[in-house]
């Protein structure tokens, strides 16, 4: 009998959920909250006891029983800085996910949605690879301005996830490898991995690396200041063009890159064009960043997220830095399944359980 798992992934208005046996799923479901009843709700831990509900319920409904469970997993949110690993489930963690240490996200949810379902069956709860995850190498965080130090928030249980799969079907260990890995999703993160760290990677979140569907990425500073004291915006609307409408979005009025790679190369729109163009460019700008960060000894760039399952992106990041090493893709992100193997390293023994 292997370890039966429940694993939980809140979003904003849904909550993933699944069942494994090991790696494998036994059945999963995505549990959607329309936005009168998110709306009740002043903050996001008063969600809590109706997301737990509908969890148990329709667990109830699949005939699964909760008590044959060896563990509950969820999503890590916005604590504070980590090193990357799976986490126990402590008061303190509780506590920062309470208070939203880093801002209020969805995934604040997750440990405590696990810890709720877990304790009372008497079992382990954990959390994965957040997106706080902080490896920086110390000369990484220098951007130019006290002020205004680097910071790690990016897709880190992807990354780790892919990475780790990488190792694993080479036989190497993950941390024997140099490795740059590219997620493109609604957010763009480029990341070094080294040593078994992530020891350089752009803040996805806030305004770093390359734009995205989402988000600007990197923007010229000086023009940005400008046009936060042109009194035309409010701070709300610039932090909004930044994480939500900038990026595809912002040129293109979508945040689907099937829809810009029709525009641009089956209906003929020249400016679709461009910016598809402009993006895959930016992406390889930063793998090609990445690699001086490992001084040219990459062993493997991957490149994975929703967006890799577009053929054209790939070729044309393809073009511009396989010269600097061989190219792996898994496109998508089994975040589920990432949950789930965190765990398991655990409950396996192959690594120990964080303290946070």
Excluded: W
């Amino acid at each position: 009998m292997g370890y039966k798992l429940l694993v939980i992934n809140p979003g904003s208005t849904s909550t993933k959920i699944g069942i494994f046996e090991d790696e494998t799923l036994l059945f999963d479901e995505t549990l959607r909250h329309p936005t009168e009843e998110i709306s009740k709700y002043n903050l996001i831990v008063d969600q809590m006891d109706f997301r737990k509900q509908l969890i148990l319920d329709f667990l109830k409904e699949k005939n699964f029983d909760i008590h044959e469970l060896s563990a509950v997993i969820g999503r890590g949110g916005l604590l504070k800085p980590i090193p990357g690993g799976t986490y126990k489930v402590s008061e303190a963690l509780l506590q920062d996910l309470r208070i939203g240490r880093q801002g209020q996200h969805a995934s604040n949810l997750g440990g405590l949605l696990a810890n709720e379902i877990a304790g009372p069956l008497g079992i382990p709860a954990y959390i994965v690879d957040p997106v706080v995850v902080d490896e920086l190498a110390p000369v990484a965080r220098y951007s130019g301005l006290p002020e205004l130090p680097r910071i790690s928030i990016f897709h880190a249980l992807n990354q780790k996830a892919v990475a780790k799969r990488y190792a694993r079907e080479q036989g190497v260990p993950y941390n024997s490898l140099n490795l740059v890995v590219a997620h493109m999703g609604g957010g763009v993160s480029v990341g070094a991995h080294s040593g078994g760290r992530v020891i350089d990677v752009n803040n996805t979140l806030d305004g770093d690396g390359p734009f995205s569907p989402e988000r600007t990425g990197s923007l010229p500073v000086g023009a940005l200041v400008k046009l936060c004291f042109s009194g035309k915006y409010t701070q709300a609307e610039i932090a909004k063009m930044i994480n939500g409408k900038g990026g595809l979005n912002a040129y293109l009025g979508t945040n689907d890159m099937r829809t810009v790679t029709k525009m641009a190369f089956e209906e003929g729109n020249e400016e679709a064009e461009n910016v598809f163009h402009a993006f895959t460019y930016q992406v390889s700008k930063d793998i090609g960043a990445m690699a001086a960060v490992l001084c040219g000894k990459v062993d493997q760039i991957i490149l994975t997220g929703g967006i890799a399952y577009g053929e054209r992106v790939i070729s044309e990041i393809r073009e511009r830095v396989s010269f600097i090493s061989d190219i792996t893709v898994y496109a998508g992100e089994d975040e589920l399944l990432a949950l789930a193997q965190g765990g398991l390293r655990v409950l396996n023994g192959e690594e120990q359980a964080l303290d946070y």
